[in-house]
């Protein structure tokens, strides 16, 4: 359970860890790969969403059927795994992270600096002669898996601040910024390419994608080969999960989507003059979110997205109460923002909104070698993003879903809105509810100082007094 007084200690730590933190801008004496959660750069490129619209049709026409559905993570495993090799063939791309089945992915060469004309012309064509190549090697891997994406593109060009968190295997790169959250909100759910602001007056004078290589044909070909569907395996988890055991096995079950995300936060590092006190600021709160998903209330911490943390509730690893541990841990955000901003003035403005869904969920880890991403699929996952989205500064927006596995006490601390239910409860208001439901009955003392005195539940006893039971 989340305690103010143990967050107020690690936020401290954690943002005095992070000093001598530093921003600069991105040059090709570096590269993305150098960075640590001290070193930031500002990066000045394209990012781009290439989002497979139409994964969940599959994945309802699927259904419970184990061997469509084996055959789909199959289609799907292959398919990021080539399309990330795919990426890496272009200078100055990075993969910032597989989202479920959407890439993420920034464009940063040439750099303003070098003698090349028209630098911003060049990466957004980079980003769209890859878009062109992707759809084309998407239609590779459908020949060889049956299965077709359709997809849609979200691009917008523009500065981003590149930072990481942790090291080695779990290092994660992130972006803050407009352009990243543009491209993001780009996409519609439909076939296409759209461009933010940013990037649209550069789009007329794109020069012509070039054709996929007819070498990729054998790739994907080769690719297939390598994970025979008999390779693949669907199980339901007994403990809490280890994503590195993952892959060509995939694990179903039932769970709690969760989004949580600073609001105001991208506005005010794009004001700021000096962003360096903010990003300290970020470093810290990023990693008190972790604390509460994963240590306070035992749910899976599955990505950073820039400001936004992905996490996951499930019975084997939270006990059966997972979708209420869902909700405290919400309440518990936005009480990490309350007590931030009385901690650092730059956060003064920021708040938090968190969106939670509950339904069936897949699991799995793909990708390169190395490069790997947690991916959890299912229906809940967009829609928690979508209630995390449409929450208001200060909320909690659950599903009837959630709602419904609540205990009554937590229920009334919702009202609803539309489909949905919204709550503003912090983790103190849960845990006062939560005190009131232990200890609502009254209680009797009984036996005697020799034969061992308890207090046991008694209609005619007393109400024991808060100071009684709260140390």
């Known amino acids: 359970m989340w305690k103010e007084t143990e967050a107020k200690e690690r936020l401290l730590k954690s943002y005095d860890e992070t000093k001598d933190l530093v921003v600069k801008p991105l040059t090709k004496e570096m590269n993305l790969e150098n960075l640590t959660p001290t070193d930031c750069r500002v990066v000045t490129g394209v990012h781009l969403y290439l989002d497979p619209v139409n994964l969940q049709q599959h994945l309802d026409e699927a259904g419970e059927d184990k061997e469509k559905l084996r055959k789909l993570l199959r289609h ?48 957004l064509g980079a980003a769209n002669q890859f878009v062109s190549q992707a759809k084309e090697l998407s239609k590779l891997v459908a020949a060889e898996t049956g299965f077709t994406f359709n997809l849609e593109a979200g691009i917008e060009a523009g500065d981003t601040i590149a930072t990481v968190n942790g090291r080695g295997g779990s290092r994660e790169l992130l972006f803050v910024g407009d352009a990243a959250n543009v491209a993001a909100k780009a996409l519609t759910g439909k076939s296409g390419t759209r461009y933010g602001p940013a990037a649209t007056p550069l789009v007329a004078s794109l020069p012509a994608a070039e054709a996929l290589p007819e070498r990729w044909e054998k790739a994907v070909q080769e690719e297939c080969s390598k994970f025979p569907l008999s390779h693949f395996e669907l199980f339901e988890p007994k403990e809490r999960l280890d994503f590195e055991r993952l892959g060509v096995r995939t694990a179903k079950f ?27 600021c970020l470093h810290a709160v990023r990693a008190e979110m972790h604390q509460v998903v994963r240590a306070e209330y035992d749910g899976d911490h599955i990505q950073y997205q820039g400001d936004r943390i992905q996490g996951l509730f499930y019975e084997a690893a ?8 869902s909700f405290e841990a919400a309440a518990a955000m936005q009480s990490v923002v309350k007590l931030c901003r009385t901690l650092f003035p730059a956060f ?96 009797s003392v009984v036996g005697t100082a020799s034969t061992g005195a308890r207090v046991v539940p008694s209609p005619d006893g007393v109400q024991p007094a808060r100071s009684w039971w709260w140390k």
Do not use: C
Request: charged residues 25%.
């Open 254 to 280: 039932d769970g709690a989507s969760f989004f949580a995300d600073l609001s105001g936060f991208t506005k005010l590092v794009a004001e700021a003059t000096d962003k360096r006190d903010l990003l300290r």
């Open 76 to 123: 799907l495993h292959v398919y990021q795994r080539v399309l990330t090799s795919l990426l890496y063939e272009t200078d100055g791309a990075e993969k910032i992270h597989f989202q479920g089945a959407r890439l993420h992915a920034i464009f940063h060469k040439p750099y303003d600096t070098t003698d090349v004309k028209d630098p911003p012309l060049k990466r």
């Open 348 to 443: 003064a403005n920021v708040d938090m909104t968190v969106g939670i869904d509950h339904g069936r969920v897949l699991v799995t880890y793909l990708g390169l070698k190395g490069n790997r991403d947690i991916v959890v699929l299912g229906e809940s996952v967009p829609n928690a993003s979508a209630l995390q989205d449409g929450a208001e500064p200060g909320q909690t927006k659950v599903s009837k879903a959630v709602h419904d596995m609540l205990e009554d006490d937590l229920k009334a601390l919702f009202a609803a809105e539309g489909t949905a239910y919204v709550s503003t409860a912090d983790a103190e208001q849960v845990g006062a509810k939560q005190e009131a439901r232990a200890y609502a009955g009254k209680v």
């Open 318 to 325: 939270a006990s059966s109460r997972y979708a209420s541990k």
